[in-house]
Protein backbone atom coordinates (compact mmCIF):
# COMPACT_ATOMS: atom_id res chain seq x y z
CA UNK A 1 0.00 0.00 0.00
CA UNK A 2 1.64 3.45 -0.88
CA UNK A 3 1.87 6.32 1.16
CA UNK A 4 -0.23 9.18 1.23
CA UNK A 5 1.27 12.18 1.31
CA UNK A 6 0.43 15.92 1.58
CA UNK A 7 1.99 19.29 1.55
CA UNK A 8 1.66 21.22 5.22
CA UNK A 9 3.58 24.42 5.11
CA UNK A 10 7.08 23.17 4.00
CA UNK A 11 6.79 19.45 5.35
CA UNK A 12 5.97 16.92 3.65
CA UNK A 13 3.74 13.87 5.92
CA UNK A 14 3.19 10.57 4.81
CA UNK A 15 1.26 8.33 6.73
CA UNK A 16 0.79 4.63 6.03
CA UNK A 17 -2.80 3.49 6.59
CA UNK A 18 -2.58 0.15 9.15
CA UNK A 19 -5.23 -1.30 7.21
CA UNK A 20 -7.33 -1.17 3.75
CA UNK A 21 -9.59 0.79 5.49
CA UNK A 22 -9.75 4.89 7.37
CA UNK A 23 -8.92 5.22 11.03
CA UNK A 24 -12.00 6.62 12.93
CA UNK A 25 -11.13 9.09 15.81
CA UNK A 26 -13.41 10.37 18.40
CA UNK A 27 -11.65 13.64 20.21
CA UNK A 28 -13.90 14.27 23.77
CA UNK A 29 -13.33 17.63 25.13
CA UNK A 30 -15.75 19.88 27.09
CA UNK A 31 -14.04 23.06 25.32
CA UNK A 32 -15.10 23.36 21.64
CA UNK A 33 -12.22 24.90 20.61
CA UNK A 34 -9.51 21.89 21.59
CA UNK A 35 -12.18 19.87 19.31
CA UNK A 36 -12.12 22.02 16.78
CA UNK A 37 -8.39 22.84 16.49
CA UNK A 38 -7.39 18.77 16.91
CA UNK A 39 -10.23 18.24 14.13
CA UNK A 40 -8.52 20.56 12.00
CA UNK A 41 -4.80 18.92 12.74
CA UNK A 42 -6.34 15.24 11.99
CA UNK A 43 -7.91 16.40 8.61
CA UNK A 44 -4.49 18.35 7.97
CA UNK A 45 -3.32 14.71 8.30
CA UNK A 46 -5.50 12.89 5.99
CA UNK A 47 -7.43 11.74 9.01
CA UNK A 48 -10.84 12.16 7.61
CA UNK A 49 -13.16 10.12 9.93
CA UNK A 50 -12.85 12.38 12.68
CA UNK A 51 -16.02 13.65 15.17
CA UNK A 52 -15.51 15.76 17.87
CA UNK A 53 -18.16 15.68 20.93
CA UNK A 54 -18.08 17.45 24.26
CA UNK A 55 -19.71 15.67 26.68
CA UNK A 56 -19.61 11.80 28.29
CA UNK A 57 -23.18 11.18 27.02
CA UNK A 58 -22.42 12.43 23.46
CA UNK A 59 -19.36 10.28 23.54
CA UNK A 60 -20.71 6.78 25.23
CA UNK A 61 -23.86 7.34 22.40
CA UNK A 62 -21.56 7.86 19.62
CA UNK A 63 -19.26 5.28 20.02
CA UNK A 64 -21.88 2.37 19.73
CA UNK A 65 -22.63 3.54 15.81
CA UNK A 66 -19.30 5.38 15.34
CA UNK A 67 -16.80 2.60 16.49
CA UNK A 68 -13.92 5.16 16.73
CA UNK A 69 -10.28 3.40 16.74
CA UNK A 70 -8.93 6.04 18.62
CA UNK A 71 -10.45 8.18 21.21
CA UNK A 72 -8.77 11.28 22.27
CA UNK A 73 -10.21 12.06 25.97
CA UNK A 74 -10.77 15.53 28.08
CA UNK A 75 -9.18 14.33 32.13
CA UNK A 76 -11.61 17.45 32.82
CA UNK A 77 -14.78 15.50 32.06
CA UNK A 78 -17.46 16.46 34.91
CA UNK A 79 -18.16 13.71 37.36
CA UNK A 80 -15.25 11.70 36.58
CA UNK A 81 -16.27 11.15 32.92
CA UNK A 82 -12.89 10.45 31.38
CA UNK A 83 -12.68 7.63 33.68
CA UNK A 84 -16.31 6.46 33.07
CA UNK A 85 -16.20 6.01 28.99
CA UNK A 86 -12.49 4.45 29.60
CA UNK A 87 -14.12 1.73 31.88
CA UNK A 88 -16.79 0.89 29.37
CA UNK A 89 -15.10 0.94 26.50
CA UNK A 90 -12.53 -1.51 27.83
CA UNK A 91 -15.08 -3.30 29.39
CA UNK A 92 -16.80 -3.85 25.71
CA UNK A 93 -15.67 -7.31 24.24
CA UNK A 94 -17.65 -6.98 21.25
CA UNK A 95 -15.73 -5.12 19.13
CA UNK A 96 -11.67 -4.58 19.36
CA UNK A 97 -10.51 -1.89 21.77
CA UNK A 98 -9.63 1.61 20.41
CA UNK A 99 -6.72 3.54 21.41
CA UNK A 100 -7.59 5.91 24.26
CA UNK A 101 -5.10 8.95 24.03
CA UNK A 102 -5.81 11.19 27.11
CA UNK A 103 -5.54 15.14 26.87
CA UNK A 104 -5.03 17.56 30.07
CA UNK A 105 -4.21 20.81 30.90
CA UNK A 106 -1.47 19.21 33.80
CA UNK A 107 0.45 15.89 33.71
CA UNK A 108 1.24 14.52 37.24
CA UNK A 109 2.86 11.33 37.47
CA UNK A 110 0.31 9.82 39.99
CA UNK A 111 -2.59 10.86 36.85
CA UNK A 112 -0.62 8.99 34.59
CA UNK A 113 -0.50 6.21 36.53
CA UNK A 114 -3.99 6.00 37.32
CA UNK A 115 -4.07 5.91 33.44
CA UNK A 116 -2.47 3.35 32.38
CA UNK A 117 -4.25 1.36 34.90
CA UNK A 118 -7.52 2.69 33.16
CA UNK A 119 -6.11 1.30 29.58
CA UNK A 120 -4.89 4.96 28.19
CA UNK A 121 -2.30 4.31 26.11
CA UNK A 122 -0.29 8.11 26.58
CA UNK A 123 -1.51 11.27 28.16
CA UNK A 124 -0.86 14.62 25.92
CA UNK A 125 -1.00 18.25 27.49
CA UNK A 126 -3.19 20.63 25.93
CA UNK A 127 -2.87 22.24 23.53
CA UNK A 128 -1.69 19.17 21.72
CA UNK A 129 1.79 20.20 19.55
CA UNK A 130 1.83 19.09 15.93
CA UNK A 131 5.03 16.88 16.59
CA UNK A 132 3.54 15.35 19.64
CA UNK A 133 0.43 14.47 17.33
CA UNK A 134 2.72 13.10 14.75
CA UNK A 135 4.43 10.92 16.92
CA UNK A 136 1.54 9.21 18.58
CA UNK A 137 0.06 8.78 15.37
CA UNK A 138 2.90 7.29 14.27
CA UNK A 139 3.46 10.26 11.09
CA UNK A 140 7.05 10.51 9.38
CA UNK A 141 7.26 14.45 8.44
CA UNK A 142 9.93 15.27 6.22
CA UNK A 143 11.70 18.51 5.52
Known sequence: MQPQKMR?????ISRIPAAAFTTRILIVDQDRQVGVTLSFMLS???????????????AMSITEQ??????????ELPDDGTMAVARTLTRDTRRPRP????LTSGSEAAVRDKLRAAGFERCLEK???????DKVLGIRVSA
Open 99 to 102: RLLA
Open 44 to 58: ARNFDEVRAVRSTGR
Open 127 to 133: PVSHEEL
Open 8 to 12: LASAA
Open 66 to 75: FRPEIIFLDL
